[in-house]
């Protein structure tokens, strides 16, 4: 079973930076793919990005798209979300998600019912 650990979210203000960091242990040979989704008070979690596990593909949602940045450290087993140019519509909880099957095309990891393990999350709180 993978365990996934969030670290690195916090206040900040409106045009700041912050980068969150998932840790992954136990079976992470298993996982093909990471994510980061976000959930805002009232609403349904949100797809953000996704990373290929063993390769570099990466996946935005287009809000996110130029500002965040996914990547992944296979030796750290983290994956990391550096976020640029934050805005109070970034304001959410932050899972990190990893998902186990292999699909051809990355955008499969795009909805939130398509990761297998999630984390407990890391709330990102931004004020204009």
């Known amino acids: 079973q993978v365990q996934l650990v969030e670290s690195g979210g916090g206040l900040v203000q409106a045009g700041d930076s912050l980068r969150l960091s998932c840790v992954a242990s136990?079976?992470?040979?298993?996982?093909?793919?990471m994510g980061w989704v976000r959930q805002a008070p009232g609403k349904e979690r949100e797809f953000v990005a996704a990373i290929v596990w063993s390769g570099r593909d990466t996946y935005y949602e287009d809000s996110v798209k130029g500002r965040f940045t996914i990547s992944r450290d296979i030796a750290m087993n983290t994956v990391y979300l550096r976020m640029n140019s934050l805005k109070p519509e970034d304001t959410a909880v932050y899972y990190c998600a990893a998902a186990l099957s292999s699909r051809f095309s990355i955008t499969y990891y795009s909805l939130a019912n398509r990761y297998d393990y999630w984390g407990r999350g890391t709330q990102v709180t931004v004020s204009s």
């Open positions: 136990a079976r992470t040979f298993s996982i093909y793919a």
